[in-house]
């Protein structure tokens, strides 16, 4: 299940560039997003009109504010990430750590940040953050090692 038929420094390198180029697009495509929903929603806010039902005016106005409070965290988080995601090393390693490419029996992780998902030359890539328990209990172990996880036993296949 190799990326790449030759495991080389350069090679290795090139690769975690590109697994950085591809994570940050998609972060940033995130951020588009929710700048899109940050600019509907104040749209929204400067098109209501306060009406007879006073009320009805309230609440709206209190939704409003709660889902720009809640897209301003989501902003915050994101940036956050962009930011990880630039500082991330992108040298071979062979234990596990930031910027450790791992191949699980589960599949592929990055030790990065929790993004989510990505897929590099077919292989499903889950971003999973430093501090995640997974992250944690792997911490420092080498290929060919099998840590207990919340009761199961997970092999480190390959790190990159």
């Known amino acids: 299940m190799p990326f790449f038929k030759e ?18 697009r998609s972060v940033r495509e995130n951020l588009s997003d929710l700048n899109s929903q940050f600019l509907a929603l104040q749209e929204a806010s400067t098109g209501e009109t306060k009406s007879s039902a006073g009320d009805k005016y309230e609440t709206g106005r209190e939704t ?6 809640l897209l301003e965290k989501q902003l915050q988080t994101i940036r956050q990430w962009e930011s990880k995601i630039q500082q991330i090393p992108l040298e071979p390693v062979s234990d596990i750590r930031e910027g450790a490419v791992v191949l699980l029996d589960l599949g592929w992780i990055w030790v990065a940040v929790s993004f989510g998902k990505l897929v590099i030359q077919t292989n499903e890539i889950q971003g999973v953050s ?31």
Do not use: M, Y
């Open 7 to 24: 495991n080389s420094p350069t090679a290795i390198r090139d690769f975690k560039a590109h697994l950085k180029e591809e994570a940050l």
């Open 130 to 160: 430093v501090a995640s328990p997974l992250v944690l209990a792997l911490k420092g172990r080498k290929k060919g090692d099998v840590v207990t996880f919340k009761g199961r036993k997970i092999e480190i296949l390959d790190i990159l």
């Open 64 to 69: 409003i504010r709660q889902s720009r409070a």
